[in-house]
Nanobody, 116 residues
Framework: QVQLVESGGGLVQAGGSLRLSCAAS????????MAWHRQAPGKQRELVATITSGGNANYADSVKGRFTISRDNAKNRVYLQMNSLKPEDTAVYYC??????????WGQGTQVTVSS
């Protein structure tokens, strides 16, 4: 069974940094596209960043230049480095995987709270 487990969330002041980590089980990881989404209270879940199996990354306009997605296939992990955090970045952040058979997997989420 595939599992995604996020960690690294917490409370940080505006302007600070956090690094989220997503640990993936299974042998599918290296061939899967990975992504981070987030959902703020009362809002729809939105895509934050994606990274292909080959390491190509894309970002939502709201986080470009501040967030960096990366992956370590040897460790079955994907990361989200978040710098210059803003109160509007407050949300639950979810790890997401799309394997080559187009199966979708979600983690349980990790809370990020940015105080002003």
């Amino acid at each position: 069974q595939v599992q995604l487990v996020e960690s690294g969330g917490g409370l940080v002041q505006a302007g600070g940094s956090l690094r989220l980590s997503c640990a993936a089980s299974g042998r599918f990881f290296s061939s899967s596209a990975m992504a981070w989404h987030r959902q703020a209270p009362g809002k729809q879940r939105e895509l934050v960043a994606t990274i292909t199996s080959g390491g190509n990354a894309n970002y939502a306009d709201s986080v470009k230049g501040r967030f960096t997605i990366s992956r370590d296939n040897a460790k079955n992990r994907v990361y989200l480095q978040m710098n210059s955090l803003k109160p509007e970045d407050t949300a639950v952040y979810y790890c997401y995987a799309l394997d080559t058979a187009h199966n979708l997997y979600w983690g349980q989420g990790t809370q990020v709270t940015v105080s002003s």
